[in-house]
Nanobody, 121 residues
């Protein structure tokens, strides 16, 4: 079994910073990518940032220059440093990973339970 556990959400004022962490645990053979999605009330879940094992990184345009994603492959952990937070960043943030549990098996999608980020005016 594979589990993703997020931490670091909370309440912050506009312009503040938060750092999210997500650790993958369990029977893990390889991780292709790790990233973050978010879902605001009444809106669809959207990709925020993702980091591939080969080094490629994607960000949604609205967070470029403010958010930084990084991975610690030795710890199977992904981080999201969020600076200059805006009220529109308020959402539930979900960790996502594409993981293979056996050496020659397929990759599967895994999701964390989510962590809430609230940015006040």
């Amino acid at each position: 079994q594979v589990q993703l556990v997020e931490s670091g959400g909370g309440l912050v004022q506009t312009g503040g910073s938060l750092r999210l962490s997500c650790a993958a645990s369990g029977s893990i053979s390889a991780i292709n990518l790790m990233g973050w999605y978010r879902q605001a009330p009444g809106k669809q879940r959207e990709l925020v940032a993702r980091a591939f094992s080969g080094g490629i990184i994607d960000y949604v345009d609205s967070v470029k220059g403010r958010f930084t994603i990084s991975r610690d492959n030795a710890k199977n952990t992904v981080y999201l440093q969020m600076n200059s937070l805006k009220t529109e960043d308020t959402a539930d943030y979900y960790c996502h990973a594409v993981i293979r549990v056996t050496q020659s098996g397929p990759f599967f999608n895994y999701w964390g339970p989510g962590t809430q980020v609230t940015v006040s005016p």
